[in-house]
């Protein structure tokens, strides 16, 4: 069977990889490099640097989330054994985002040292980015009110702000009821987590010098939505995704497409700065996995 789906597997990788080059070059035919590029070196390196240290709390934050769920498996990690194990699912995630990436490997590790059953810890995964996923869907429908594009009936969305947590209350309630006490907890969490890299994004837009700041909504906005195209796997690892995103938004909602990439490309460039502590544990794997053991 291993063999077999091995086929499969290296034609959806090959097809990510030709999806994500060709939106990429798609997007360079509409931007302008060298603006991007000038946008990118002239950004405020203080506001950069706060900017990284924000998103690292925010996934220190993720973090404790994910542990909420992995003691409901139960798995008895240490809030300073997990945060190794998920910054090396980081780094993993985002340097092999078409094999097995982070998520994978955390549950071989749970299921080969601990006898964790693969499905109580993939449920555990699966529910933790649910929780994010239904959060930004939430901050989403809040920001849809304040984007300067007329959409009919917009002052009606504020009513769907609750229905992304009340749907994601129903799916663990009916498919994942083993985390549904977490619900309450791991929702405040993922408030957090979005709340902190919203303020992340914020400090992004200072860096780039961004002074109209009734705008802000609009790039937030943006910010979210591309959050949520980037986990469509359709792309290899989301890239190319969240800049078509800031790309065709930045046109819609007529914003300075030049500064829509270039939060992009600052915002991917964050993520990768954050996960490179990461490869820490893979140089030493057997290290990491006696904490796990213990």
């Known amino acids: 069977m291993k063999k077999s789906n091995r086929p499969v597997k290296t034609l959806k990788l090959i ?7 060709g939106v990429l070059w798609y997007i360079t035919t509409k931007i302008d490099l060298s603006e991007i590029g000038s946008a990118i070196t002239r950004a405020n390196l203080w506001f950069l640097f ?20 992995f003691r409901l498996i139960p798995v008895q990690l240490s809030e300073k054994t997990n945060l190794k194990l998920y910054w090396l699912g980081l780094f993993y995630n985002l340097f092999l985002p078409g094999g097995v990436g982070g998520d994978g490997f955390k549950i071989y590790l749970l299921n080969h040292y601990l006898k964790v059953p693969v499905k109580r810890s993939l449920g555990a995964i699966f529910a933790d980015r649910l929780s994010g996923l239904t959060v930004i869907m939430t901050f989403i429908l809040m920001l849809l009110y304040y984007i300067d594009y007329s959409i009919p009936y917009k002052a009606w969305m504020v009513v769907l702000i609750p229905f992304p ?42 860096a780039l010098g961004v002074k109209d700041f ?12 591309s959050s949520i195209m980037a986990s469509v796997p359709v792309t290899l690892g989301g890239i ?4 078509f995103t800031f790309l065709m938004g930045a046109e819609y909602l007529d914003l300075q497409v030049d500064t829509a990439v270039a939060l992009s490309l ?16 893979t140089l030493k794997p057997r290290k990491l996995l006696m904490n796990i053991k213990d």
């Open 240 to 243: 190319g995704a969240r800049e």
């Open 214 to 225: 009734g705008r802000y909504d609009d790039y937030l906005f943006l910010f979210f939505l």
């Open 266 to 281: 600052l915002f991917f460039m964050v993520s990768v700065v954050c996960a490179l502590p990461g490869l820490r544990y």
């Open 50 to 69: 706060l900017s990284l240290l924000i998103y690292m709390i925010s996934q220190v934050a993720s973090s404790f989330r994910l542990n909420i769920l």
């Open 165 to 206: 947590l009340l749907a994601l209350n129903v799916f663990l309630r009916w498919v994942l009821p083993h985390f549904l006490r977490a619900f309450a907890r791991i929702s405040i969490w993922s408030v957090v987590v979005q709340g902190v890299q919203m303020i992340s994004a914020v400090c992004l837009l200072y």
């Open 15 to 21: 097809a990510k990889i030709l999806i994500s080059v």
